[in-house]
């Protein structure tokens, strides 16, 4: 059965400086991957997704995300971080046998001026 | 752009009382999905839909039921609210190509039962 774990609920960070939110999965098929980011007050909105194309997939507003099947990981970065990248991050693994998506419980990413 | 809207954005309701919450899509989108989200937890599925009239179970479909009468609109009822439904509420939905297909996601229901 598929699964994924968020390794850090909150992450901390000052603006300027990388932004690395961690994401570890688990999965019995060669998985699709998406991050979703949610703001404050509004609705999800996808970041990023991975489906078997190249390995480093390149997001919105400046994120990528590295597949890595040797070490089961998805993780998210960002060179540099800007105030409005404060929100909730979400890693999230599809599931083949069905339409359905296996969400990680989030990671709140702070930025400090 | 793709557009998922729901009915309300918060909704205050009483121990018992029977509530809907309605989403519409104007993508044409195959596949509906009812979540809820409460902090620490991610998004639990409730109920999906992958064709008019068809409902499937989720994680946590107990306290729930569906309908899902058009292509473009499906409905979470709570037959009698309960306070452990109060959280937020997340409509979403898909086209068909499987699995790896992205969701698009309304602004959700954050509903308060007392």
């Known amino acids: 059965a598929q699964s994924v774990t968020q390794l850090d609920s909150h992450v901390s960070v000052s603006e300027g400086t990388p932004v690395l939110l961690r994401c570890n999965y688990s999965?019995?098929?060669?998985?699709?991957l998406f991050w979703y980011v949610q703001h404050p007050n509004k609705g999800l909105q996808l970041l990023l997704k991975?489906?078997?194309?190249a390995t480093l997939v390149k997001g919105i507003n400046g994120f990528e995300a590295e597949f890595k099947k040797s070490e089961t990981s998805f993780h998210l970065t960002k060179p540099s971080a800007h105030m409005s990248d404060a929100a909730e991050y979400f890693c999230?693994?599809?599931?083949?046998?069905?339409?359905?998506?296996?969400w990680g419980a989030g990671t709140k990413l702070i930025i400090k001026p | 752009d793709v557009k998922v809207t729901q009915s309300s954005r918060y909704l205050v309701k009483r121990t018992g009382e029977k509530v809907f919450l309605e989403c519409v899509q104007d993508?044409?989108?195959?596949?509906m999905f009812w979540y809820r989200q409460d902090p620490g937890l991610g998004l639990r599925l409730i109920y999906f839909?992958?064709?008019?009239?068809?409902?499937e179970k989720g994680d946590i479909p107990e306290g729930y039921s569906v309908s899902r009468e058009k292509k473009e609109r499906f409905s979470l009822i709570l037959e009698s609210a309960s306070t452990n439904q109060t959280s937020m509420y997340l409509c979403?939905?898909?086209?068909?190509?499987?699995?790896?297909?992205?969701?698009?996601f309304g602004p959700g229901t954050r509903l308060t039962v007392l």
């Open positions: 991975y489906t078997s194309a």
């Open positions: 979403a939905s898909s086209s068909n190509s499987g699995g790896a297909d992205t969701q698009y």
């Open positions: 839909s992958y064709d008019v009239k068809m409902k």
């Open positions: 999965s019995s098929y060669s998985p699709s």
């Open positions: 999230v693994v599809s599931d083949y046998s069905n339409y359905q998506l296996i």
């Open positions: 993508m044409d989108h195959e596949n």
